[in-house]
T-cell receptor, first 111, second 115 residues
Framework: DAKTTQPPSMDCAEGRAANLPCNHS???????VYWYRQIHSQGPQYIIH???NNETNEMASLIITEDRKSSTLILPHATLRDTAVYYC????????????FGAGTRLFVKA | GAVVSQHPSWVICKSGTSVKIECRSL??????MFWYRQFPKQSLMLMAT?????????EQGVEKDKFLINHASLTLSTLTVTSAHPEDSSFYIC???????????FGEGSRLTVL
């Protein structure tokens, strides 16, 4: 799997948008960008994924640059419960392939 | 969405004993499951890929005789930590794909403490 680079930590004020960047300059054409988050002492939770188009769901938006070498996860109105470690992963979309986690970004949402 | 469940969620055992952790896909069949280990303030480290009906594939540096994996059915994989020692204390997490989808679903994790 392609290696991703994320800032180790970020702060965000409650109610504001949280923008989490991810660099994946060696992504292959058939690899998707996946985002997961892990709240303390829980298993990771799926957030969103995309190939090249921007994606939005009830949790977040995913913006992927045109060259696909980087992406941004946007939490539009961060709450205290969004405090977690966010992992950006690139991998193929079919099942059975292992997923390697990087260090992720520790997001602190402050009141 | 698809659900993956682990049991037990936490376990304390004495050094030298063996501990089994179960990972179940509750509403889908998983031919492949993955086992991760996570130490405090670190990321998830992939230990092995569990394949239904065949031997698991272990990542480099993971002792297969220490961490026994069995995937006897399409909904159950087990990880047995044999002759556990305090350094095996960790958070163990399993995951599985739903069908042919690349979306991974994770269990709640199992915290092992070896005294």
């Amino acid at each position: 799997d392609a290696k991703t680079t994320q800032p180790p930590s970020m702060d965000c004020a409650e109610g504001r948008a949280a923008n989490l960047p991810c660099n994946h300059s060696t992504i292959s054409g058939n690899e998707y960008v996946y985002w997961y988050r892990q709240i303390h002492s829980q298993g990771p939770q799926y957030i969103i994924h995309g190939l090249k188009n921007n994606e939005t769901n009830e949790m977040a938006s995913l913006i992927i640059t045109e060259d696909r070498k980087s992406s941004t996860l946007i939490l539009p109105h961060a709450t205290l419960r969004d405090t977690a470690v966010y992992y950006c992963i690139v991998r193929v979309s079919t099942g059975g392939f292992k997923t390697i986690f990087g260090a992720g970004t520790r997001l602190f949402v402050k009141a | 969405g698809a659900v993956v469940s682990q049991h037990p969620s936490w376990v304390i055992c004495k050094s030298g004993t063996s501990v089994k952790i179960e990972c179940r896909s509750l509403d889908f069949q998983a031919t492949t499951m993955f086992w991760y280990r996570q130490f405090p303030k670190q990321s998830l480290m992939l230990m092995a890929t569990s394949n239904e009906g065949s031997k698991a594939t272990y990542e480099q540096g993971v002792e297969k005789d220490k961490f026994l994996i069995n995937h006897a059915s399409l909904t159950l994989s087990t990880l047995t930590v044999t002759s556990a020692h305090p350094e095996d204390s960790s958070f163990y997490i399993c995951s599985a794909n739903s069908g042919g989808s690349g979306e991974l679903f994770f269990g709640e994790g199992s915290r092992l403490t070896v005294l």
